[in-house]
């Protein structure tokens, strides 16, 4: 199957510092890429959809001024946590989807977010 | 608003043995897609099993199956001749066809599968 990249796997940051994290599709153009959260022991809440070329659409009650995103190429997404609170911590998870493989979605193997 | 729901926190088989995980899910919509996803410990999300809802026919990837009812709402997967490495979360989801929408999976909650040897 298609490969999606993270990067980085694991961050630890300190409170108020800004992190950005990189979502690239390596074999495939998507023109569409999912940003989720996940807390530990719950399923994968989905903060925001990225078309290439195109502002970001937020799903209620996700800051856009807090999680900056952009999809600036068909290969990469990136997620910018500004001002990150220990509130922030989490897993997050990008996801991809190949519109010439029937819409397939695959997704990266998440980062992990520390903010101490 | 389409909802998915997996009403099985927690599940466990032997191995060699076969389980069935449940979902149910609710929608207005005629055409859409259904999934199995599977997330073990290293927490990467791995497509399991996918299901157009167009189609009667049930979909099989090896070991695994799915009953899909669309009239009941039911989409469960079956796991046969369960092996120690199938032990993950296994999360149910939902894809509008709508062309219109923005084509993002709804989750259930997930079901925790222990496979005991």
């Known amino acids: 199957g298609a490969v999606v990249s993270q990067h980085p796997s694991r961050v630890i940051c300190k409170s108020g510092t800004s992190v950005k994290i990189e979502c690239r599709s390596l074999d495939f153009q998507a023109t569409t890429m999912f940003w989720y959260r996940q807390f530990p022991k719950q399923s994968l809440m989905l903060m925001a959809t990225?078309?290439?070329?195109?502002?970001?659409?937020?799903e209620q009650g996700v800051e856009k001024d807090k999680f900056l995103i952009n999809h600036a190429s068909l290969t990469l997404s990136t997620l910018t946590v500004t001002s990150a609170h220990p509130e922030d911590s989490s897993f997050y998870i990008c996801s991809a989807r190949d519109h010439l493989a029937g819409g397939a979605q695959y997704f990266g193997p998440g980062t992990r977010l520390l903010v101490l | 608003a389409q909802t998915v729901t997996q009403s099985q926190p927690e599940m466990s088989v032997q191995e060699a043995e076969t389980v069935t995980l449940s979902c149910t899910y609710d929608?207005?919509?005629?055409?859409?897609?259904l999934f199995w996803y599977k997330q073990p410990p290293s927490r990467q999300m791995i497509l399991v099993i996918r299901q157009e809802a167009y189609k009667q026919q049930n979909a099989t990837e090896n070991r695994f199956s799915v009953n899909f009812q669309k009239a009941a709402k039911s989409f469960s997967l079956k796991i046969s001749d369960s092996q120690l490495g199938d032990a993950a979360m296994y999360f149910c989801?939902?894809?509008?066809?709508?062309?219109?929408?923005?084509?993002?999976?709804?989750f259930g909650k997930g079901t925790k599968l222990s496979v005991k040897p």
């Open positions: 990225s078309n290439e070329g195109s502002k970001a659409t937020y």
């Open positions: 929608t207005s919509e005629s055409d859409y897609y």
């Open positions: 989801a939902y894809r509008s066809a709508y062309r219109g929408s923005q084509g993002n999976l709804i």
